[in-house]
């Protein structure tokens, strides 16, 4: 029995009658958008199926989060300026399956699929995945074309793994078809995802004033 795996590896390998060599990958060029923050807009809406909502300096970050989820009765957070009930750095995580809204800092969005890089920033990274609803905040700034550029910036900002050793890419809301082939949102993790784009100077996140438009 020990030796299954191999017999049937080594009868695969005696039947094949054509090999092919792997592709140059480096020739390849990485894609590449005249717009990467207009085509990462375009795919969250379409492609990662999240919200969008667009953010442009003298308005409220706190009145877009309760328009968009105004019946909203616990939101977490730990960015300054959000107005949460629960703090991911001090809940626990029995305290955070009851959230209704998450609220978190996205560190690179990736225009080829809508994918926004997230390291853990809170002691509990439970806010990512047991909200029912995720708002990501992220810098039009840190908009990259493709996963090269992204797994590129990743590689060379340590500090995205300090103080914890954990980071992901979250795309749209938590979705699976593999339950009697029907499309299923919030299977493993979040129900609905809202990416906020900021438009920003100064490469900060706002204390306060952003608007919806």
Not at 79 to 103: F, S
Not at 134 to 159: C, F, G, K, Q
């Amino acid at each position: 029995m020990s030796n299954t795996k191999e017999t049937i590896l080594s009868r695969l390998r005696d039947n094949v009658r054509e090999t092919y060599d792997m592709p140059d990958l480096g020739a390849l060029p990485p894609i590449t958008y005249a717009d990467p923050v207009a085509e990462f807009k375009q795919r969250t809406t379409t492609t990662a199926g999240a919200h969008l909502i667009e953010m442009v300096s003298d308005g409220d970050l706190n009145e877009a989060i309760r328009q968009a989820y105004p019946d909203a009765k616990i939101i977490a957070s730990n960015l300054p300026g959000v107005e949460a009930q629960l703090n991911p750095d001090t809940a626990t995580v029995a305290e955070l399956e009851r959230v209704d809204v998450g609220v978190i800092e996205g560190k690179i969005g990736v225009a080829e699929n809508a994918c926004v890089w997230i390291p853990q920033q809170m002691k509990e990274k439970a806010i990512c995945f047991a909200s029912q609803q995720l708002v990501i905040v992220l810098r039009e700034a840190d908009i990259v074309n493709n996963m090269h550029e992204a797994y590129a910036r990743i590689a060379s900002t340590p500090s995205y793994f300090e103080p914890y050793k954990f980071g992901t890419f979250i795309c749209g809301p938590s979705k699976t078809a593999d339950i009697e082939s029907a499309l299923v949102y919030g299977a493993q993790a979040a129900r609905g995802v809202t990416i906020v784009t900021l438009r920003d100077k100064d490469g900060k996140l706002p204390n306060t004033s952003y608007q919806v438009h």
